[in-house]
């Protein structure tokens, strides 16, 4: 394996464990509601933006970065109770426009209140890179793939072990059977919007030491997210993952082997070759439609 | 009350330039007329068939840019640049589509944002043809020797074209070709049991649209004299969606209400720097949750009832 390959492994891999987040939150969401919401990236912006701003006002970072993700869940459990919940029993093309609406205003006020500037911080952890195999390996690298499979482990175990987890999964086969044998599903609603809202949150804050961040990242990142989530398979956790890897790997090459100018435009390229050839995307349950 | 409806408006169209005091006004009415006419294409798609295209915007930004690149740098006529985009947006929409409408939900969505995006993409790359992200300037378009110019001349334009489309539009909705795609929006299955080629109309609506917008975009594009890539990009086709939300699926005059009110809305906001995304969001959630069928609609069904 050539250095170079390693490298756009590398860099593929770290960005592609932030996709892997918004699919899982894009995952979540479309599992307990059915709704695709395109808000998801705007809560992977405000990660990184809130993060920067409560460093500059002086909080020591891991305060700033529990705030960070504290703040992106409470605005998603807001639009859930402002904007899906009233909506209930709308058309999913309507719930689309909604979630569409709500990106704006959060971009929008972030774009009032912070400016247009772009911004970063320092890297969790200071210190020389690590040299493998020809290829550089920074810390921040680790910090992304390390804490993305701890969440992955969590999740796993929510949905496992615990009864919230498993109220979520029922109201994802079957919200009226769910209701019926006693599950909250408006909380569930809530409670998913909240989870999403913070995975993306703590995928935007890991990756903008090492991209950057400014008010419309969200936009590119949360699209890219859901394109992560119908490779793997619009509902299914595992197939997140693998999407939000793959894609970002495809990008990286892509970027490094062919042209980065059209690096964003890969993604979106793949995604026509997934849904052409394998339309329920990698891991995709076989669904019947009932009438 | 449809016949009344297209009546009002062309009667609207012939006054209107009794009441518009200077060229500024001019130029606002025809920025409302060409985006009503893109918007009653999009409507088709939305509120006929259910589908949503987050990318109408990369459709008119081909139709602009066939019409800048091909007159300048390949010696075409504008009316021909302005039929090959066209038929590139047309073939683009039907490749895209063939795959997606062969599955159920919301796939069209992810589809035609990736494709607006790719666009806006390409059209900043390649700088060669395009100018790149400055954009480029657009040959006046000239017809039989006489070359339109001025904000009066393209109103009369504009507003002949609106007036045909509205036609066109409710005309489309009653035949049966309108009744298959109505009744399509209401139970996909029901109306492929009643015989309805559930993915060819929807396919045929969806390329109609795109051909729309793709027209427009060039005549447009001949009017200001300037193309830059913003056009084709995701918050122009965003403005799109919100300007059928507001005026009301499904509904022809819903679409111009909606057009217009959303033209001027930034003018009125002008004043309220940044404030602009903010104001379009706030407006697409609450009318999908207080008024989710568009004022249009709304307002009908309210007089119809008395």
């Known amino acids: 394996m050539s250095s170079q390959f390693l490298q756009f492994l ?7 464990a932030t996709y892997a987040l918004a699919a899982l939150g894009f995952t979540l969401i479309y599992s307990a509601s059915n709704v695709i919401n395109f808000a998801q ?75 247009k500037g772009t911004f970063t911080f320092e890297p969790f952890t200071s210190g020389a890179p690590i040299v493998v195999g020809g290829a550089v390996l920074q810390w921040q690298c680790l910090w992304v793939l390390g804490v993305t499979a701890a969440i992955v482990v969590a999740l796993w175990f929510f949905f496992r072990h615990t009864l919230a987890g498993k109220a979520i999964l029922a109201t994802s086969c079957n919200p009226v059977a769910a209701q019926l044998v006693g599950i909250d599903t408006k909380w569930v609603l809530l409670v998913s919007f909240a989870l999403s809202a913070a995975m993306g949150a703590v995928g935007g804050i890991l990756l903008t ?55 964003d435009a890969v993604p979106f390229l793949l995604i026509f070759v997934i849904l052409f050839f394998m339309p329920r995307g990698l891991f995709g349950a076989k669904v019947t439609e009932r009438v | 009350m449809k016949r009344r409806g297209i009546l009002l408006l062309g009667a609207i169209l012939l006054l209107l330039p009794l009441l518009l005091p200077n060229a500024f006004y001019y130029d606002l009415a025809v920025r409302m007329a060409i985006n009503a006419v893109v918007v009653l294409g999009l409507n088709l798609l939305i509120g006929f068939a259910g589908q949503i295209s987050l990318g109408h915007a990369g459709f008119y930004g081909i139709g602009a840019y066939a019409s800048a690149i091909l007159p300048t740098q390949f ?33 069209l969505a992810m589809a035609t944002l990736g494709l607006g995006i790719v666009i806006t993409i390409v059209l900043k790359n390649e700088a060669a043809y395009t100018g790149g992200p400055d954009g480029m300037t657009v040959p006046p378009l000239v017809l039989f020797g006489f070359e339109l110019s001025g904000e009066k001349q393209w109103y009369w334009v504009f507003a002949a074209n609106l007036m045909f489309s509205v036609w066109a539009c409710s005309n489309l909705m009653d035949s049966p070709f309108g009744r298959a795609l109505r009744a399509l929006h209401g139970s996909e299955v029901a109306s492929q049991g009643a015989g309805v080629d559930v993915a060819r109309y929807k396919m045929a609506i969806f390329v109609f649209s795109a051909f729309f917008a793709s027209i427009m975009g060039s005549l447009a594009a001949h009017y200001i004299g300037f193309v830059t890539p913003n056009v084709a990009d995701f918050s122009h086709s965003i403005e799109l969606v919100t300007m059928v939300v507001v005026g009301g699926m499904a509904s022809v005059l ?36 207080v008024l989710p069928r568009g004022l249009v609609p709304t307002l009908a069904a309210r007089f119809a009832r008395r």
């Open chain 1, 10 to 16: 590398i860099s593929g891999l770290t960005v592609g």
């Open chain 1, 41 to 115: 990236g705007e809560f992977i912006m405000l990660g990184g933006m809130l993060t920067v701003y409560f460093t500059h006002a002086g909080l020591p970072l891991p305060v700033a970065v529990a705030l960070a993700i504290a703040v992106p869940a409470l605005v998603g459990m807001l639009v859930e109770k402002l904007a899906i919940e009233p909506a209930k029993g709308a058309e999913v093309v309507s719930l689309i426009i909604i979630t569409i609406g709500a990106s704006l205003v959060i971009r929008g006020v972030i774009q009032i209140w912070l400016g």
């Open chain 1, 209 to 263: 030491p090492l991209t950057m961040t400014s008010y419309d990242v969200g936009i590119m990142l949360g699209l890219k997210g859901f394109v992560a989530a119908v490779v793997g398979g619009l509902g299914s956790g595992l197939g997140a993952l693998a999407g939000g890897l793959l894609v970002g790997i495809v990008e990286a090459m892509a970027a490094g082997y062919i042209s980065s100018a059209y690096k």
């Open chain 2, 75 to 107: 010696g075409w006529h504008p009316l021909a640049a302005l039929a090959a985009g066209a038929v590139a947006a047309a073939a683009l929409a039907a490749l895209v589509a063939k795959p997606i409408f062969r599955l159920r939900g919301h796939y």
């Open chain 2, 254 to 289: 819903g679409s111009v209400v909606g057009a217009v009110l959303l033209t001027a809305l930034p003018q009125a906001l002008a004043t309220f720097e940044g404030w602009e995304t903010v104001a379009f969001g706030v407006i697409l959630v609450l009318f999908m949750v």
